[in-house]
């Protein structure tokens, strides 16, 4: 029997999107389906600029699963890419990953998930001199 699988800490919005070649109903395209996990390696490897063993830590995963991961991610973008497909985002097996700011007027502390839209004003204060304190580090909920 296969052990369950871990989840992965990301820290994209989850909100179901699609990208699609312009000027063509989304009905007469095939679909190529990408999981926030997918995303998130990729977000963190190509967009951020990480190197695999760090992103991997970031995910709460091995490295040789993160690059399991992200070359599914790159092969399904590059598909619909020079296919002309719809890449629609959703799914997967993750945890959302949150973060602390710091508040260097009143010095007060919070705390957000990816799914929180960040205001860039302290709740306590409504000052907008904050600095995010876990900017290198990812830490999912337990």
């Not at 710091?102 to 306590?124: G, Y």
Request: hydrophobic share 35%.
């Amino acid at each position: 029997m296969p052990r369950a699988r871990k989840k992965r800490c990301i820290y994209v919005d989850t909100y179901t999107r699609y990208f699609k070649p312009r000027g063509v109903p989304l009905e007469q395209l095939d679909i190529v389906r990408l999981t926030f996990e997918e995303l998130e390696a990729i977000r963190l490897k190509d967009l951020v600029g990480l190197e695999q063993i760090e992103a991997s830590e970031k995910m709460g995963i091995s490295q040789p699963t993160f690059h399991r991961i992200l070359k599914e991610a790159r092969n399904k973008v590059s598909d619909a890419l020079v296919n002309s497909k719809a890449i629609e985002i959703f799914g997967g097996d993750y945890e959302i990953g949150i973060t602390q700011f710091k508040c260097q007027n009143c010095n007060h502390i919070w705390e957000l998930d990816a799914s929180s839209k960040i205001d860039r004003k302290c709740p306590n204060c409504n000052r907008e001199k904050i600095i995010n304190l876990m900017s290198n580090m990812y830490n999912c909920k337990k």
